[in-house]
């Protein structure tokens, strides 16, 4: 079966790193996705892997390792509006995205 | 980025009225577009994969003639949720791929907030 696992809640300190990882299962593999998304709002697009590595865009960085199954995002210097949930999503072969549950991240002062 | 815009943003409905939701690029032409469902605190949920000048593919157990997808053109798809139901209320959110599929990167709406009465 397709299976997307990542923590459901993290907390972080303002100004800190936090990283928050992705393992995933599914039927052929075109890609991992982030997106952001704040309460009530609509998902926002953060990053695309889909060769190993790591990817770096400003504050914010993924990383893939397809031999794994594993992806991360790594967010520096973190602010008080990057509370949000996390939403990790692999591309399948049919170029369907399967999304995990995504993962709340708490920044505190 | 590209835009695409949903409209409207909040919906109040009585129980058994129809509902249409609509999804628009604005700066692309969108030959594939996606509509989602989200229940509080859960993750997002694909509906269907609206595709231009064609019938659109539902998901397993998602009810074609209960929600009616229609990509007229290609800057438009709308959902029509029919004798909409309490249990139907909802967050529904449209996404557009910008770009061929290989890039994969999606646009999404601002998404529409059902509450069926």
């Known amino acids: 079966g397709q299976n997307i696992d990542q923590p459901t809640e993290m907390t972080a300190t303002e100004g800190a790193i936090v990283q928050i990882n992705c393992t995933y299962q599914?039927?052929?593999?075109?890609?991992l996705f982030w997106y952001q998304q704040h309460a009530g709002e609509a998902p926002t697009f953060l990053s695309y892997?889909?060769l190993d590595g790591l990817e770096e865009k400003g504050r914010f960085s993924s990383f893939l390792s397809r031999s794994k199954g594993y992806s991360y995002l790594l967010l520096k210097e973190l602010q008080m509006k990057d509370s949000a949930s996390y939403l990790c999503?692999?591309?399948?072969?049919?170029?369907?995205?399967?999304w995990g549950a995504g993962t709340k991240l708490i920044i505190k002062p | 980025g590209a835009v695409v815009s949903q409209h409207p943003s909040w919906v109040i409905c009585k129980s058994g009225t129809s509902v249409k939701i609509e999804c628009r690029s604005l700066?692309?032409?969108?030959?594939?577009m996606f509509w989602y469902r989200q229940f509080p605190k859960q993750s997002l949920m694909l509906m269907a994969t609206?595709?231009?000048?064609?019938?659109?593919?539902?998901e397993q157990g998602v009810e074609k003639d209960k929600f009616l997808i229609n990509h007229a053109s290609l800057t438009l798809s709308t959902l029509t949720v029919t004798s909409a139901h309490p249990e139907d209320s909802s967050f529904y959110i449209c996404?557009?791929?910008?770009?061929?599929?290989?890039?994969?990167?999606?646009?999404f709406g601002e998404g529409s907030r059902l509450t069926v009465l």
């Open positions: 999503a692999s591309m399948d072969s049919n170029y369907q995205l399967i």
């Open positions: 700066d692309f032409q969108a030959t594939t």
């Open positions: 599914t039927s052929g593999f075109n890609g």
């Open positions: 892997n889909v």
């Open positions: 996404s557009a791929r910008s770009g061929g599929r290989d890039t994969g990167e999606l646009f």
């Open positions: 609206s595709n231009e000048g064609s019938k659109a593919t539902y």
